[in-house]
C-alpha cells in the first residue's frame, strides 16, 4: 500500500544518505556535509528537506551540473568578511568549512559577514543558522535559487524562491529559528499538489500567459507569485542584490539560464551574517537576552506559534523513535542504489 | 474650502519647520536634523512623513518624553560597531553625527553595524538608508516602535509597526530603496481612514476582542494586524530582537509602557547596517553592479515598479515647483507658532 511507512533510526538514515550520495559519485567529507543536512531535515519532520532530498542531490549529481570532489577555498577579503569559493561542490561543506573563520570574525568585529560562492544549493537555510546561534550569535541567511517567481505587477518569472533564515540563541529554550521562503508558496509544495493531481490556492502561481491559475503544471511552465505582494517582492529583490552581485555571484535568472535545462539545483551564492550580542552590550548581554525571553512568553501567552518550535519537537521525538518514511519513498530511493549507470 | 492647497517652495517648508520646532523648545543642531526629515518626506511626496509630522514632532515635544536639547554621544564598542547614544533626544541628530563612523567602519570591515539607542523615533528609515548609499553603501535599517500590532494567531498588541528598509546604490539612476512596515498597514493609514469616517479593509485590524474590524477606531483600540500571515509575524519578531535586545534597547511593548499615555512617539532603538560593495568585490565592484542593473531593466521591463522611484520623480517636481500642502493641515501647523503655553 502507498500509504505504508518504513521506521528508521536516524544512523540509519544517515547511513543510506551516505550510501546512496557515494554510489552517485560524491567523494571525500563533501558525503559528510550533505549526509548531515539530510539526516537533519528528515529529523526535524522537515519531509521535503529530509531523504527526500537525496533524489534531488542524486538528479544534480548526474547532470553533471556539480563537482563531487572539489575542495572549497577560504578566504578572508576584509577584517569582517568571510568568503568561502565552493568552487562549484554543493553548498554544505564550502559552510562548514568557513564557519569558524565567520564566528572568529563576529566575535572580534561585532559582526561579520560570510559569502558562499559558486555553490550548488538544495538544501533549508536554517541548518547554518543553527550551527552559528549554537555559538551564541545571532544569523541571518539568505540565498538566490532559480528564476521561477514573478515580480508583483509582473508576469514573468525572474525571482528565485529566494529564502530568509533568521536564528536568536535562547540559554534555556531552543533557539527562535524561521526560514522560509519569499514566493507564496515553496515548490516543492507546488510539485507536491502536481503529484497529488490537487488543484493549488489561488495566489500562488500565473500560468505561462501571465494570468491566475489554480492548476499546478499551469503554474510550473508559468510562474509563481511572491508571497505578500508588493513587499514581498521588494524583499525578494533584495534577496536577489544581497546574495547575487553584491557577493560577486549569480541572480536567480543568471542561474536558471546556466542551468541550460538541466533540470539541477540553483548554482550561484549565499550570504550569511552574524552578530555576537557581547558585542553591543558586553557583560550586560545575558540580561538583554532575558528581555528577549519576555517577548517570547508574550507570544505563547497569546496562542502565537513560535517558529523553529515544532522542528524541535519532532527532533527529540525522532532522536528517540526513528523517523517514518513514506514506503514508496523508500523504495525510490533504494532504486538509486541499484542502478548501472550510476 | 478644505480641499484647498497651499504651494511652498522647499525652503518655506524648511523655516516653517525650523520655526514650529524652535517654538516648541527643540534646540541646537536637533532642530536642523528634524527639519531636514521633515522637509525630506514632502519633498519626496511622503505626505505622512512631511510637514504632518510636525504635528506628532509637536505633541511629543509637549509630553515631555523627549529630551530638545541633549547632545549625541558616540562609541565603537568594537571595530565593526557604533553605538549613538541619542539620550533621550530625537533620533536624527544621533544618525547623522554617527554616520561618518558607520561609513568608515564599514569601508575598513566590509559590514558595519550602527546601534542608535534611547531615541525618539516618529519618522521613516529612508532618509538614513539613502544617506548611507550616497556613499556607495548597501543598507538596512530597522526599528520597532509601539505595541500597536498582534502576532499572528493571537489577538493583542505585542510588536510595533517595525519597519523595514533597504537601499541599493545605482551608478546612473536613483537608488533602489524600499521602506515598509511589517505591520498590514502603517498606522497613520487607519488614522486617515478613522479622519474621513471610512471603514478600513479587512486584514488590517481586530477589535479589543480579537475579532476581525473594518471600524478603524475598533482597530486603533484593538490591534492592527502583521502583514503577509505567519511569515511578517515572523520578520515583526526579528526587528524586535535585533533593533530591541540586541542592541540594549526596548521592545515595542517595552516603548508603549514607557510612554503610559502621554501619546508621544516610540522610543528605543534603531538599528543599521551597512556593506561596502567594494570589500568583498575589490575592483570588479563596478561589474557586479551592472548585473544589479540588468535585474532592474527585467523588472521595468515587465512593468513591476521600483520602489524608490516615485520617491525620486517627486523630488524633481518639487524641487522645481514646490509642494503643495493641504490649507487644513497648513493651519494647523500655522496655529502651533501662536500658542501662547508652547
Redesign the interface.
Known amino acids: 500500500m502507498e500509504n505504508d511507512m518504513v521506521t528508521m533510526a536516524l544512523d540509519e538514515v544517515d547511513l543510506l544518505a551516505r550510501r546512496v550520495l557515494t554510489r552517485h559519485g560524491l567523494r571525500g567529507d563533501h558525503v559528510d556535509a550533505v549526509a548531515r543536512t539530510i539526516v537533519a531535515g528528515e529529523r526535524d519532520g522537515c519531509a521535503s528537506h529530509g531523504v527526500y532530498r537525496l533524489l534531488v542531490a542524486v538528479n544534480t549529481l548526474k547532470s553533471g551540473k556539480v563537482d563531487p570532489a572539489v575542495e572549497p577555498v577560504i578566504t578572508r577579503?576584509?577584517?569582517?568578511?568571510v568568503?568561502a569559493d565552493a568552487g562549484g561542490g554543493f553548498a554544505q561543506l564550502a559552510i562548514e568549512r568557513a564557519l569558524s573563520a565567520l564566528v572568529d570574525s563576529a566575535r572580534?568585529?561585532?559582526?561579520?559577514?560570510l559569502?558562499v560562492n559558486r555553490c550548488i544549493h538544495f538544501a533549508a537555510l536554517w541548518p547554518e543558522v543553527e550551527m552559528l546561534v549554537e555559538h551564541g550569535l545571532?544569523a541571518l541567511a539568505t540565498t538566490p535559487s532559480h528564476a521561477w517567481v514573478?515580480?508583483?505587477?509582473?508576469?514573468?518569472p525572474?525571482f528565485g524562491t529566494n529564502p530568509i533564515a533568521?536564528g536568536?540563541p535562547r540559554p534555556d529554550a531552543s533557539p527562535?529559528v524561521?526560514d522560509?521562503a519569499t514566493s507564496a508558496a515553496a515548490r516543492g509544495e507546488i510539485e507536491l499538489h502536481r503529484r497529488a493531481g490537487n488543484p493549488i490556492p489561488a495566489g500562488w502561481g500565473i500560468d505561462a500567459d501571465g494570468h491566475p491559475t489554480t492548476d499546478a503544471q499551469a503554474a510550473l511552465d508559468g510562474a509563481m507569485l511572491t508571497?505578500?505582494g508588493?513587499?514581498?517582492?521588494?524583499?525578494s529583490?533584495?534577496v536577489?542584490?544581497?546574495a547575487?552581485?553584491?557577493?560577486?555571484d549569480l541572480?536567480s535568472?543568471?542561474s536558471i539560464a546556466w542551468d541550460a535545462g538541466a533540470g539541477a539545483s540553483p548554482y550561484g551564492g549565499e550570504l550569511i551574517?552574524a552578530?555576537?550580542?557581547a558585542?553591543?552590550?558586553?557583560a550586560?548581554a545575558a540580561g538583554?537576552?532575558a528581555?528577549?525571553e519576555?517577548?517570547f512568553d508574550?507570544?505563547a501567552a497569546?496562542?502565537?506559534?513560535l517558529?523553529g518550535a515544532r522542528r524541535h519537537a519532532n527532533r527529540k521525538l525522532s532522536v528517540a523513535e526513528g523517523v517514518r518514511v513514506p514506503a514508496a519513498l523508500h523504495r525510490d530511493i533504494m532504486a538509486l542504489l541499484e542502478e548501472e549507470d550510476a
Not at 77 to 81: E, H, M, N, R, T
Not at 230 to 235: H, M, Q, R
Not at 244 to 248: A, D, E, Q, V, Y
Open positions: 577579503p576584509a577584517p569582517g568578511l568568503r572580534t568585529n561585532g559582526i561579520a559577514a559569502a545571532v514573478a515580480p508583483a505587477g509582473g508576469s514573468r525572474l533568521f536568536w527562535f524561521f522560509f508571497w505578500g508588493y513587499k514581498g517582492s521588494a524583499l529583490t533584495m536577489e542584490l544581497i547575487g552581485p553584491l557577493i560577486g541572480t535568472a543568471e551574517v552578530i555576537d550580542p558585542g553591543f552590550l558586553g550586560a538583554h537576552l528581555r528577549a519576555t517577548l508574550a507570544l497569546q496562542g502565537a506559534r517558529p
